[in-house]
């Protein structure tokens, strides 16, 4: 299948996707999509970007281990993370 559409950029680099590729790509508002630059041009399409857990197993461990010695407790990941940081 070949499409071909023309779309103009703006000045601040923005591109209008044209309505029959967003249909065709399934594409709504705040889609995300990445570029590819290849030898033959630009490739776009869809991406799905996931959350990263935030700390890794032994962190969590780690974390526990201190709030059960320590008794601290963290409102926020944040604050948690700053003082796992400083140890």
């Given at each position: 299948?070949?499409?071909?559409?023309?779309?103009?950029?703006?000045?601040?680099?923005?591109?209008?996707?044209?309505?029959?590729?967003?249909?065709?790509?399934?594409?709504?508002?705040?889609?995300?999509?990445?570029?590819?630059?290849?030898?033959?041009?630009v490739?776009?399409?869809?991406?799905?970007?996931?959350?990263?857990?935030?700390?890794?197993?032994?962190?969590?461990?780690?974390?526990?281990?201190?709030?059960?010695?320590?008794?601290?407790?963290?409102?926020?990941?944040?604050?948690?993370?700053k003082?796992?940081?400083?140890?």
């Amino acid at each position: 299948m070949e499409i071909i559409e023309i779309a103009k950029m703006t000045s601040k680099g923005q591109v209008t996707v044209p309505a029959p590729i967003r249909e065709i790509l399934n594409l709504k508002k705040g889609s995300s999509v990445v570029f590819k630059l290849t030898e033959k041009g630009v490739v776009f399409m869809p991406c799905e970007i996931r959350q990263r857990e935030t700390y890794t197993q032994e962190e969590w461990v780690k974390i526990e281990r201190l709030v059960a010695e320590r008794g601290k407790s963290y409102k926020t990941i944040k604050r948690a993370k700053k003082h796992v940081d400083s140890l």
